[in-house]
């Protein structure tokens, strides 16, 4: 992993090549920095190593946020699930569904805020647990990958409070749904 950080440093300029000389080369790490000239001196390295942090098929993340947004916008108009399987499949980054995760709640808690106002009965969550379980049961998105996109939910939640008041609330009703349906590990306590 530092081997590849240094890699990619070199490939971005952010460090000279000569860091990596046999010069720099005598003290504890030799192994991580013989890893990094390896990976520097494959054929085509540059471009290989500029997908090295990013998500699947090389995209750079914020187009790959925008589609994302899209599929989830798209799915909460249409609730075709073999539609949304097949789009996350597509975007080739099941090290980011993490992200997709986070998105498509708040996405959902943002349609159902407005409903919740409303005094209506929101779908969205619901909805949206239902896309989550049919992706973990179909192991096309991890538990490990949905548990931590509600990680990442529950520390930015301030922030989503002041747009959706309610979004304390429906984060907990939104666990609950998804911890029924199977996408997360019991608690320990149960």
């Known amino acids: 992993m530092a081997g590849c950080f240094l890699a990619r440093a070199v490939v971005d300029e952010v460090l000279a090549p000569i860091f990596l000389s046999n010069l720099n ?10 890893k ?7 054929e ?16 750079p993340v914020p187009e790959l946020k925008g589609v994302m947004d899209q599929l ?20 080739n980054a099941p090290n980011f569904h993490h992200e997709l995760v986070k998105r498509g709640t708040v996405i959902a808690m943002e349609e159902d805020g407005l409903k ?6 929101p779908s969205s969550l619901d909805a949206m647990a239902a896309m989550f379980a049919f992706l973990v049961q ?47 590990p019991p608690k320990e306590s149960e």
């Open 25 to 34: 080369n005598r003290r504890m790490g030799d192994e991580v920095v013989e």
């Open 36 to 42: 990094a000239v390896s990976l520097l001196s494959h």
């Open 44 to 59: 085509h390295c540059a471009a290989r190593l500029e997908k090295v942090w990013g998500p699947g098929d090389g995209r």
């Open 72 to 91: 989830l916008k798209e799915y909460l108009l249409s609730r075709e699930l073999d539609e949304a399987a097949r789009c996350v499949r597509e975007m």
């Open 116 to 121: 919740h106002a409303e005094g209506e009965e």
């Open 138 to 184: 179909n192991a096309i998105v991890s538990e490990h990958q949905v548990l931590k996109g509600l990680t990442r939910l529950h520390q930015i939640l301030p922030d989503i409070k002041l747009d959706i008041p309610g979004a304390p609330a429906m984060l907990s009703e939104f666990e609950v749904m998804v911890r029924d349906t199977g996408c997360l």
